[in-house]
């Protein structure tokens, strides 16, 4: 049984700025000629490692609201230049935006059952048109704008 990973994407405002960042590491990674891949580091690996693996994604929240996802390859053991252990989620940089669905602050990362995963939109296109116009929007606008159904 599939479950997902939940985590909070800090330092990133908007989609837009997690979009340009994963196309400025794709630009490095082909550079360095290693598979463009991304990934994230944290200190516990998942018990549910099996189920992760088993077509499992990363949801992140930005600003309090999970916007993406993307697919989880596989997790691999790190060690940093300290000989600190870490788990490697290493995931598709391909960019999923989900309906936009509320979360509350919280430490390191969540999983995420399946029947609590927000859906994928329907037009990518049209969805990632509409996150480059959100970033240009105060929050109290956009947030309005989603509660009368015009976002």
């Given at each position: 049984m599939t479950i997902h990973l939940i985590k909070?994407?800090?330092g990133v405002s908007d989609v837009n700025q997690l979009?340009?960042?994963h196309e400025?590491?794709?630009k490095q990674a082909l550079k360095r000629k290693k598979p463009v891949e991304d990934h994230h580091w944290t200190r516990m690996r998942p018990k549910r490692a099996d189920e992760v693996l088993d077509g499992g994604s990363l949801f992140w929240v930005i600003r309090g609201v999970i916007r993406v996802r993307h697919r989880i390859l596989r997790l691999d053991d790190v060690t940093d230049t300290d000989g600190q252990g870490y788990c490697s989620i290493v995931y598709d940089?391909?960019?999923v935006l989900v309906e936009p669905r509320p979360r509350r602050a919280f430490q390191g990362w969540r999983y995420l059952e399946a029947e609590d995963v927000p859906s994928d939109l329907p037009n990518q296109r049209q969805a990632l048109a509409n996150a480059a116009a959100e970033g240009h929007m105060p929050?109290?606008?956009l947030a309005e704008l989603r509660t009368l159904g015009l976002f």
């Open positions: 909070l994407c800090v979009i340009q960042e400025r590491l794709a940089p391909k960019v929050a109290d606008m």
